[in-house]
């Protein structure tokens, strides 16, 4: 399987501060990615995708940058607030349909 | 709209046993996939169904099989149960085959005792 991984397992932030969530993949034929939010006893929540023709893409109060010369995504929130809480897993897109392979995830907590 | 929705939401089962988990995609979306989640990790692919045909399958043992019906909806089953198999068992789907977002439902989570 491919190798998404978060440098970062746990994340706290003050209420009201950017948060940057990092995410490498080890697949440079991979060229779509998406960032998933996951709440307690949910299911992951579509946040943000980006294709690989793009190296940032921009959505309400989320950024995704793409860098795929060091196989490097990220997610930033801006303006954290207490309900961005939660599990964040950015996800790659395989060789095959429409699988996808998720890192191990990153927990944010917001402070307030 | 309704979204995914997956039946039961809880399970409980003891060793060696069978389960049937189920799944409705969002109405429109073609393609539904399977995915287990054990506490702590990401969810990990386990097959995708689209227009009634597998087209893959993640690195599961033949104890695990699926299906999807003419209207979509999808069932996963789980023979001979093992301890190792409690985890979150997430059904997502897409418009498309490939390279589309996923929408997942939220879970069922399936306890073996």
């Known amino acids: 399987g491919e190798n998404v991984g978060l440098h970062l397992p746990t994340l706290s932030v003050q209420e009201g501060d950017n948060s940057i969530i990092n995410c490498a993949y080890s697949n440079s034929a991979s060229d779509y990615f998406i960032w998933y939010k996951q709440e307690s006893g949910k299911g992951p929540q579509f946040i943000i995708d980006i294709r690989s023709n793009m190296d940032k893409r921009q959505g309400q109060r989320v950024t995704v940058l793409l860098n795929k010369t060091v196989k490097h995504l990220s997610l930033q929130i801006a303006a954290t607030q207490p309900g961005d809480s939660a599990v964040y897993f950015c996800?790659?897109?395989?060789?095959?349909?429409?699988?996808?392979?998720f890192g191990t995830g990153t927990s944010l907590t917001v402070i307030p | 709209d309704a979204g995914v929705t997956q039946s039961p939401t809880h399970l409980i089962k003891t060793r060696g046993q069978h389960v049937t988990l189920r799944c409705s995609p969002i109405?429109?979306?073609?393609?539904v996939s399977w995915y287990q989640q054990v506490l702590g990790q990401g969810p990990q692919f386990i097959f995708q169904?689209?227009?009634?045909?597998?087209?893959g399958r993640g690195n599961f043992p033949d104890r695990f099989s699926a299906r999807q019906f003419p209207n979509y909806s999808s069932e996963l089953n789980v023979n001979a149960l093992l301890l190792g198999d409690s985890a979150l068992y997430l059904c997502?789907?897409?418009?498309?085959?490939?390279?589309?977002?996923?929408?997942f439902g939220s879970g069922t989570q399936l306890s073996v005792l």
């Open positions: 997502a789907s897409s418009r498309q085959v490939v390279e589309e977002k996923l929408f």
């Open positions: 169904y689209y227009e009634k045909e597998e087209r």
């Open positions: 109405s429109g979306h073609k393609s």
């Open positions: 996800a790659e897109s395989g060789n095959t349909g429409n699988q996808f392979y």
